[in-house]
């Protein structure tokens, strides 16, 4: 049970549920005014990131080439 906790499949959900909330906090802050630059620059370079460890997850549970 605790493997299971710490699978890649049960990171890359973790991983796209915090980018998911990332949007939605960004489009959040986004409408607000004043609008908080640096708080949005922060929130995106965040998701960008999570973007990439989404990416190199997949790659290693489905790789294009036999390994």
């Known amino acids: 049970m ?3 906790l710490h699978s890649p499949e ?20 986004a409408e607000q005014a004043p609008l908080d630059e640096l708080m949005l620059r922060r929130l995106k370079k965040r998701r ?5 460890q989404i990416a ?9 080439e036999p390994a």
């Open 2 to 4: 605790d493997s299971n």
């Open 10 to 29: 049960r990171q890359l959900i973790e991983l796209r549920m915090e980018h998911a909330d990332l949007d939605a906090m960004i489009d959040r802050i």
């Open 48 to 52: 960008l990131a999570l973007r990439d």
């Open 56 to 64: 190199r997850l997949l790659r290693e549970l489905d790789p294009k």
